[in-house]
């Protein structure tokens, strides 16, 4: 039994869509530092695998986006994760570490934008200890819906 697999289905039975949103970013993140060490480790199916992963969860986020309910912001959020699955590609193509962890920073700065709309909705934030904090870097739109899996 994967412990990991365990607590993040745990984390999600009953979770608000802003915890969802959350967890898909903790995913990605995780994926992305999974194919970091993978490249570190010249492992090719490892690195491919996690990066291939990352692309799913960035595209379930954005294809939930509601341009007409979220406006300006989901245009907003539209462009970066053109920006994150172009860098993404990048990454992967060249074999770079460099733009695996701009990438990583990236996320890390809209996932704590997502924990700051969970402390305002006066939820308790589960952040995932693995993760460093960064400041916020935009506002969300609402949250998809929709699973998703590690």
Known sequence: MNVRISYREAAIQGASPVRLVI??????????RRALAALEKKDIPA???AINHAHTVIGQLQGTLDSERGGEV??????????IRSGLIDAHCKQSAASLQQQIA?????HEAWLEVERASGASPQVSPELDQAPPA??????PLGGWSA
């Open 138 to 143: 935009i506002s969300p739109p609402e949250p």
């Open 23 to 32: 967890c898909l970013y903790e995913q990605a993140i995780e994926d992305l």
């Open 47 to 49: 690195r491919t695998s």
């Open 74 to 83: 989901a245009r907003n959020l539209q462009r970066f994760y053109n920006i």
């Open 106 to 110: 990236l996320l890390m700065q809209v």
